[in-house]
């Protein structure tokens, strides 16, 4: 175990090091990708401990990010906060939020659940819309670029990326304690068998509440910096397809492991410019394909297939992180055996 | 002196079909009762009632003087209340530490990371599993293992709740007979050595009448006798039971 920690350890090393220096090897244009993809994975890590841990597949964390998004920009635009304060504030409104949209979710069950956040996804381009006078409607919201504080040897464009996946490493650290020991197991016993997760005392309403409140906070902290990054939001900023394409990465990332949320992030940032290279004429059809052969043959996602090469490799016994392969977001209620 | 777990008029019904009807008995501390019966005799029926995951249409479940069926079922096992499942319902993406640490969930206080009480929980998961001879597969994901051992975790996980009445649901079910001949003296040291009362649902006759030291029967949903192991099997109409329905 001693030794599987200091694994991680040195892993997380390598990753602070190569987001530390990437900025500085990477074209200047490229430099504005990997903010997107800092604010992609807080994102993404919010759906592996929604989906990935505890079973709860959201279709529409878009909707989430879009909050998250709107309460920077109307802060910043018509309070004139400071950006750092919106940050925080777009975590605790998407928290809240999360709890309610969570407390409906206690009554739906894989599909179902799917579905109803979807049509949350689905709303809230046309929910901006109406609400002209706050949000700016059809044309959105205008936010002064972000500017390096004095004293500060980086250019606005640098002093963001650092913002921004400093923001995401105190998301995965905060996350990573918060699901170590007891409160990550009964997420995952809840997943994987409700009733004797109950029947230990294993509170449901809370634990699955409090993971949707959680993977919400954390989607809005993204939508903040997307806004933020971006300068601007407007309701197509945050269709339902930014909601797809969050749970697409986080699939292909791998959704039972931290390190499905940074290769996810990659994934989804990348792919579709990669996608435009390959073939001009039908981006779309590189894109749908590359998901079916990542699905074919690593079904537990890019993290999850490494994994096992590299255990097979090393022919150690099988130490996972959290778990062994597994099926990508299996409906948990729809394989519960009866009781009697 | 009154008993750890008494069962008083518990009837329930599933739409037209009463599954329990007017069912009492008790369950004394320290002892190990069995409940038999006929398939469909409303055993399983009768623990998912005291695990609060039916509610009974009447009657009531004393444990300790308190009634159970005010609880919810998450609070079951605060009452230092156990239990395996007849189809063994390990959380199979888990580790065998990490399936019996769950055990654990309402003794021990949350915390944040690796701080409160999660050492220690740790360490007595490791010693229950140690004393059930499972600490190889400490580590190991539970799917795959082989179904006797996987039987055990579910064992060990309930024990990690501390449990003063344990409740297993046909421990024998889908065993091989050496492996059932070793979980009746398993049960029993169990029983001592973890403090424990026992209740269990066993169609295994020849181990019900060996493990208990007192035997509750249940047919169509009706107690039909109860009593010693010895005056069980000379009861006239639970030899019908048994017998007439062949």
Redo the contacts between chains.
């Keep these: 175990m001693a030794a599987a920690n200091a694994g991680q350890l040195s892993r997380v090393g390598v990753a602070i090091a190569v987001i530390a220096i990437l900025p500085w090897v990477v074209p200047s244009f490229a430099v504005f990708d990997l903010i997107y993809v800092g604010a992609y994975a807080i994102a993404i890590l919010g759906l592996i401990v929604l989906t990935g841990m505890n079973g709860q597949i959201s279709l529409g964390h878009g909707a989430f990010m879009a909050l998250g998004g709107y309460v920077v920009a109307v802060g910043v635009h018509a309070a004139g906060w400071p950006y750092w304060v919106g940050v925080p504030v777009a975590a605790a409104a998407c928290g809240a939020l999360g709890i309610f949209i969570g407390l409906i979710a206690l009554r739906l069950a894989g599909v179902y659940l799917a579905l109803a956040t979807f049509s949350l996804a689905v709303a809230t381009p046309s929910f901006l819309k109406h609400f002209k006078s706050v949000t700016g409607g059809f044309g959105g919201l205008s936010l002064d670029s972000v500017t390096t504080p004095a004293g500060i040897p980086l250019d606005a464009q640098h002093w963001l990326y650092y913002v921004t996946w400093a923001s995401a490493g105190v998301a995965f650290l905060v996350t990573a304690l918060l699901v170590r020991g007891r409160f990550g197991r009964a997420l995952r016993a809840l997943r994987d068998d409700p009733i004797a997760a109950i029947s230990f005392g294993v509170n449901p309403y809370f634990y699955k509440t409090l993971a949707f409140a959680w993977s919400a906070a954390l989607a809005g902290v993204a939508g903040a910096f997307f806004a933020i990054t971006t300068a601007y939001v407007s309701p197509d900023t945050f269709t339902f397809a930014l909601s797809i394409t969050l749970l697409i990465g986080a699939v292909l990332g791998g959704i039972m492991s931290f390190w499905g949320a940074l290769v996810g992030a990659l994934v989804i940032e990348f792919l579709p410019l990669v996608a435009q290279q390959v073939n001009a004429g039908a981006p779309s059809v590189v894109y749908g394909v590359t998901l079916i052969l990542v699905m074919l043959f690593v079904p537990d996602g890019i993290v999850g297939g490494v994994m096992r090469s590299i255990r097979r490799l090393s022919h150690r016994p099988p130490q996972p992180a959290f778990e062994p392969s597994v099926q990508p977001a299996a409906p948990v209620a729809a394989d519960q055996p009866s009781r009697e | 002196m009154a008993p750890l777990l008494a069962v008083r008029g518990l009837t329930i019904r599933f739409g037209g079909i009463t599954a329990l009807n007017d069912v009492s008995f008790d369950v004394d501390a320290g002892r190990i009762t069995g409940l038999i019966g006929p398939n469909g005799a409303g055993k399983?029926?009768c623990f998912?009632c005291m695990?609060r995951?039916y509610q009974p249409t009447s009657g009531e479940i004393l444990f300790k003087g308190e009634d159970l069926l005010r609880c919810s079922?998450?609070?079951?096992?605060?009452k230092r209340i156990?239990?395996t499942?007849?189809?063994v319902?390990?959380?199979?993406?888990?580790?065998t530490i990490?399936n019996v640490?769950?055990?654990g969930?309402?003794r021990?206080p949350?915390?944040?990371?690796?701080w409160?009480?999660?050492a220690q929980?740790t360490a007595e998961a490791l010693e229950i599993l140690e004393r059930l001879d499972l600490a190889q597969f400490a580590?190991?994901?539970v799917?795959g293992l082989p179904f006797g051992t996987r039987k055990t975790i579910e064992l060990a996980?309930a024990l990690m709740?501390k449990p003063e009445l344990l409740l297993l649901d046909e421990p024998a079910a889908g065993l091989s007979h050496e492996e059932v001949g070793a979980l009746g003296t398993s049960i029993k040291r169990i029983a001592a050595e973890f403090d424990t009362t026992i209740l269990m649902v066993e169609h295994h006759m020849q181990l019900v009448m060996r493990v208990s030291d007192h035997i509750v029967v249940l047919a169509t949903g009706r107690k039909l006798a109860d009593g010693s192991p010895e005056a069980i099997q000379n009861d006239p109409a639970v030899i019908e039971a048994y017998l007439g329905t062949v």
Aim: charged share 20%.
């Design positions: 399983t029926t998912n695990t995951l079922p998450q609070q079951i096992a605060r156990a239990r499942f007849q189809n319902a390990l959380f199979d993406h888990m580790t990490e640490l769950v055990g969930h309402a021990f949350g915390g944040f990371g690796d409160g009480y999660e929980a580590r190991r994901p799917r996980r709740a």
